[in-house]
């Protein structure tokens, strides 16, 4: 037992002489210097990662847009009802078809598909004319009484 103690202290003598010579060796070494020059390499590789980040990020919505029925507006979300917490009814306009949906976290399933005359609403998106509004009208009417002044 006391060879053992005797010997971790031999060991930790000479442990604590490597780390002071180490110590030395780095006290008598020059510290370098912050330049203008590193911060500028700093800032330039930063940029250059945000812009590798943000062209990664951009390529990603390009590519996840994709061409399907959603971007030609053949397909909406007309409407839909929460059941519960995670649990919901979707009402979807597929060109001239309605598809209700059962939307679970696990799985969206198909109540029924409605053609035609049982279509629950009139989803024909027609353009909507901002002069059919009240404030228009009144808009219009003023911009008229100021021009036959």
Not at 120 to 133: E, G, H, I
């Amino acid at each position: 037992m006391r060879r053992m103690l005797a010997g971790r202290i031999i060991a930790l003598g000479c442990v604590s002489y490597a780390v002071d010579a180490a110590a030395a060796q780095v006290v008598g070494q020059s510290v370098r210097e912050l330049s203008s020059m590193n911060v500028l390499n700093w800032l330039l590789a930063l940029a250059i990662v945000l812009g590798i980040f943000f062209a990664c990020v951009w390529m990603l919505r390009k590519l996840n847009s994709g061409n399907g029925l959603a971007s030609t507006g053949k397909m909406h979300v007309v409407g839909g009802v929460a059941l519960g917490l995670r649990e919901k009814v979707v009402l979807l306009q597929v060109g001239t078809k309605q598809l209700v949906l059962a939307v679970t976290p696990g799985r969206i399933e198909t109540l029924t598909v409605l053609e035609g005359d049982e279509c629950l609403a009139n989803t024909t998106r027609a353009p909507q004319s901002f002069v059919d509004t009240p404030f228009a009208q009144q808009l219009m009417q003023a911009l008229k009484g100021r021009s036959g002044e």
